[in-house]
């Protein structure tokens, strides 16, 4: 931490403006003494920081990997701003109150104020930490987005990164086609959707220590019709009062909205997709949220009947709400490769999801955003529970089914990242190394010198004793 405060020292020297100047002071005062506050002051003005060309944050930032939702992992991000798309995400923003509109709940259930965020496309630079988001909504910190606001960043060169001779399974041969060329596209309107709106989106009726709400007390509930009987109190935040579920829960709901608003054909026109095109950009952004549903069943441990990825555990309850939904809109079907190996077919009924898909879409969001903004835990846990759970007792036979997941299961992708260093003449050099694990190898040996892996060492040494 003393290092990442030193180079934070200097950094500050090249700072843009004040903004700046003061996210960098409220960085180093927390990685030096520990302080949550200064970190969440250095994020507001990291926030206040709107449309600079080089974008970055740092900080403990992702709850996702702690079984108890809780602890952030380290992250830390340079990347450099894409005009030419950032340009359509603005567009978002700029309409975003009135899409917010169109998301199945009453205005009771959405921010007093919808604070407009700064919304950019970025190329990384660097990204350091277990793994690489597609897109990000931050700071994390509840209050802040409540009442300062956010940013969404979208990562576009991780969107369209890929390996050559990525196979496709899990789809027919029509389908794969289609996916291929599309999949890219469709994601970066999901990307867009699920940052800007999913996470953006909704509000948390709060009592407050003196006794006021920051809501109408007769407001109704969505699922009941009755008036709402809970809500957060002082001092309780959505990741305390949902603790190990409200990652997947939230991504969920992400998701969902994503899902929700890309059938919206003006929204697809920002984006640029109109006509066919924009009806195959939700055809396969609906395609790629079931076979995600089906995928995601790798990261289920049966031995201890819990999820371990909070996004694919998301997509595997969308495509139980999905197959639910029946009528033929989505379907599973079991079949054989030719060396005599089980696969699946997964299919939707592009015909039904403006319908059948809609409607079931939008009525699980309702009830998502309902027990989310009333605090209701035992309500949204029960009901999220039913979708998550994995076993035999369904036509699909997710239990079952899992272990064909497991046969056709593809390796994990790997991004190999660039590094900068300093020419002689003082100018900087950009270094890319090949697509391979040897590319990777020597990305990290370049990245870290000799000192680092001493300062590695020895806290290892040091704190061993409690591993």
């Known amino acids: 931490m003393s290092k990442a405060a030193e180079n934070l020292n200097k950094a500050k020297e090249f700072a843009a403006n004040e903004n700046q100047s003061k996210m960098i002071d409220g960085y180093i005062e927390s990685f030096t003494t520990g302080s949550i506050d200064a970190h969440k002051e250095g994020s507001r003005n990291w926030i206040k920081d709107k449309g600079p060309i080089v974008e970055n944050y740092i900080g403990f930032i992702e709850s996702y990997r702690d079984p108890y939702g809780v602890r952030g992992e380290w992250e830390g991000f340079v990347s450099i701003v894409n005009k030419a798309m950032s340009a359509k995400f603005s567009n978002l923003v700029d309409q975003s109150e009135t899409l917010l509109s169109l998301l199945p709940w009453t205005a009771d259930y959405e921010k007093d104020h919808f604070l407009k965020p700064d919304f950019t496309s970025l190329d990384v630079l660097s990204f350091a930490s277990s793994g690489i988001p597609a897109g990000i909504n931050i700071p994390n910190y509840d209050d802040i987005r409540q009442d300062d606001g956010f940013k969404n960043v979208s990562l576009g060169n991780v969107l369209s990164a890929h390996s050559k001779g990525d196979k496709i399974t899990f789809l027919t041969e029509e389908d794969k086609k289609l996916f291929s060329s599309l999949k890219a596209s469709a994601f970066e309107v999901q990307v867009g959707l699920h940052e800007l709106l999913g996470h953006g989106s909704g509000k948390l009726f709060i009592k407050n220590k003196d006794g006021s709400f920051n809501f109408d007390p007769e407001v109704k509930n969505l699922i009941t019709g009755e008036k709402i009987s809970t809500w957060y109190l002082e001092g309780e935040t959505w990741d305390t009062k949902f603790s190990t579920m409200a990652s997947t829960?939230?991504?969920?709901?992400?998701?969902?909205?994503?899902?929700?608003?890309?059938?919206?054909?003006?929204?697809?026109?920002?984006?640029?997709?109109?006509?066919?095109?924009?009806?195959?950009?939700?055809?396969?952004?609906?395609?790629?949220?079931?076979?995600?549903?089906?995928?995601?069943?790798?990261?289920?441990?049966?031995?201890?009947?819990?999820?371990?990825?909070?996004h694919m555990q998301a997509r595997h309850v969308i495509l139980r709400v999905l197959l639910e939904a029946g009528q033929g809109l989505v379907t599973i079907t079991r079949t054989t490769d030719e060396d005599g190996q089980p696969n699946a077919i997964i299919t939707l009924d592009r015909s039904k999801i403006e319908t059948v898909g809609k409607e079931a879409i939008g009525t699980f969001l309702r009830n998502l955003q309902v027990y989310k903004s009333t605090g209701d835990f035992v309500g949204a846990k029960a009901y999220y529970g039913q979708y998550s759970a994995v076993n035999d007792d369904t036509p699909e036979k997710f239990l079952n089914l899992r272990e064909v997941v497991m046969l056709q299961k593809q390796p994990r992708r790997m991004f190999v990242q660039v590094n900068t260093k300093l020419s002689e003449g003082g100018s900087v050099e950009l270094c890319e190394y090949e697509a391979t694990a040897t590319g990777i190898v020597e990305s990290f040996i370049d990245r870290f010198s000799e000192a680092y892996e001493s300062n590695v060492y020895d806290l290892w040494q040091k704190d061993k004793q409690h591993f």
């Open 249 to 310: 829960y939230e991504e969920c709901r992400a998701e969902c909205v994503g899902l929700y608003l890309c059938l919206n054909r003006d929204i697809l026109k920002i984006f640029g997709h109109e006509g066919e095109g924009a009806d195959n950009i939700l055809y396969i952004n609906w395609l790629n949220m079931v076979r995600a549903g089906l995928l995601g069943l790798e990261f289920y441990t049966p031995e201890t009947e819990t999820w371990r990825q909070a």
